[in-house]
């Protein structure tokens, strides 16, 4: 016969015999070390956190330590051949009456201070111009954080090297007596100059070797041979100079320069001997990469440099020494 069905006894509710306390406890335990797992890892992250920080910092400190000249954010195609670069601008003209050794002229340079000192470039014009034919380059260089300085010459009519000696007055006066001296750093100089002012930066880099880089642009001089030279120079001649055409005188000045200088010549395609006259993407985006690399010994503008650049629209050649050693 089959049993009837019986109600098991309900279970003790009591404290003293719930099965569940201990369960509770292990879970309270459980929960408690994660809660130290997770605090102490929380700490470790934080401290690798900090850690990595510190690390970054030190690295961007050593990257400073080893080159202190780098002016202005990492280099870009865009922002070298930009009209301007991140610096505001200002300028002050300097008087012929008030100096001596050439004809006075107009300093354009970064208007901030917060950076430091800056590298300082003067540049000549060409035979019977002024320092208005090559005025564009003032602030569209000094924007990149250059000291730069247009000069007008004794007489319109100098030659080469005349033009060159006034190059180094005009350094001279620049970094010893001139209103903006305290902004420029005397050991990062530079020459560039038009036609026979171009001319002059030769003679101006043979004279004094402790330059830190030279850029004729369509330069002329009766004297094509330069092995004395021991500056960094970029040689920008034009593939239609009639006046100073390239196989009579850019040419033979990049040859005769020292196999081991860091050394370019950079033909203009499509270009006259007074292309340099006025605002020129091409001229301005290897002039700048040329000083920053050599000026301020920024390895950034490397990049623009080498591997050499090749004929373009705008570049019927380009010849050069890669990597660059200065």
């Not at 208007?111 to 060409?126: C, L, R, Y």
Request: glycine share 10%; charged share 15%.
């Amino acid at each position: 016969m089959q049993q009837p069905n019986r109600a098991l006894p309900a279970a003790p509710v009591g404290p003293e015999s719930s099965p569940r306390r201990p369960h509770r406890l292990t879970g309270r335990l459980a929960r408690a070390g994660l809660a130290v797992l997770l605090a102490a890892g929380g700490l470790v992250a934080a401290q690798a956190t900090g850690a990595q920080a510190v690390a970054g910092a030190q690295a961007v400190s050593a990257q400073a330590a080893a080159n202190p000249y780098e002016r202005g954010p990492a280099p870009s195609n865009a922002s070298i051949e930009a009209s301007r670069g991140s610096y505001a601008v200002s300028t002050t003209t300097v008087s012929s009456l008030s100096v001596s050794g050439f004809g006075g002229g107009t300093v354009y340079y970064p208007t901030s201070t917060s950076d430091g000192t800056f590298g300082a470039v003067v540049i000549s014009p060409g035979y019977t111009a002024y320092q208005s034919s090559i005025s564009w380059l003032g602030p569209r260089l000094a924007s990149q954080g250059f000291v730069v300085f247009t000069i007008d010459t004794n007489t319109t009519l100098d030659q080469p090297d005349s033009r060159g000696r006034q190059l180094l007055a005009a350094l001279d006066y620049l970094t010893q007596s001139s209103s903006v001296r305290t902004r420029i750093d005397g050991s990062r100089l530079g020459v560039m100059g038009h036609s026979m002012g171009g001319g002059g930066t030769l003679e101006a880099a043979k004279s004094r070797p402790s330059l830190q880089a030279a850029i004729p642009l369509t330069g002329w001089n009766l004297d094509t041979t330069w092995p004395e030279i021991k500056t960094p120079t970029l040689i920008v001649g034009a593939d239609g100079d009639t006046i100073a055409p390239v196989a009579t005188h850019s040419k033979p000045f990049y040859a005769s320069l020292p196999s081991t200088l860091d050394k370019a010549y950079l033909e203009l395609r499509g270009a006259t001997h007074f292309t340099p006259n006025s605002s020129n993407t091409t001229i301005a985006k290897y002039s700048i990469s040329w000083l920053k690399r050599f000026i301020d010994n920024d390895t950034r503008y490397e990049q623009f440099l080498c591997p050499l650049p090749q004929a373009s629209l705008t570049i019927a050649e380009y010849r050069g020494n890669c990597p660059h050693t200065s």
